[in-house]
Nanobody, 124 residues
Framework: QVQLVESGGGLVQAGGSLRLSCAAS????????MGWFRQAPGKEREFVAA????????YYADSVKGRFTISRDNAKSTVYLQMNSLKPEDTALYYC?????????????????WGQGTQVTVSS
């Protein structure tokens, strides 16, 4: 089992920045890939970013490419999402997820474990 706890969400003005964190426990953190997803009210949960077990590979949704950066610290069992140049359309509940393989994936069905989410609200 893997337990995931997100933090770092909040209210920010458009153009601002936030850094989300996701602390993992329960299994060896370096044995699985991680992802971030988000879900806005009335919409499907969508892929945001993913990172391989060692941080060597990353992948981003087109909507956040160039603005968001995913990273991980295996010594701290934590994955991060640095979000810059935030837009009102980035407003959503952000989830981190763990995939019990080494490589990245972009669909929610490929992730076995999920956190409870942290709310990000961007005002215009």
């Amino acid at each position: 089992q893997v337990q995931l706890v997100e933090s770092g969400g909040g209210l920010v003005q458009a153009g601002g920045s936030l850094r989300l964190s996701c602390a993992a426990s329960g299994r060896t953190f370096s044995s699985y890939a991680m992802g971030w997803f988000r879900q806005a009210p009335g919409k499907e949960r969508e892929f945001v970013a993913a990172i391989s077990w060692d941080g060597g590979n990353t992948y981003y949704a087109d909507s956040v490419k160039g603005r968001f950066t995913i990273s991980r610290d295996n010594a701290k069992s934590t994955v991060y999402l640095q979000m810059n140049s935030l837009k009102p359309e980035d407003t959503a509940l952000y989830y981190c997820a763990a995939r019990l393989t080494l490589g990245i994936a972009t669909t929610r069905y490929e992730y076995a474990y999920w956190g409870q989410g942290t709310q990000v609200t961007v005002s215009s």
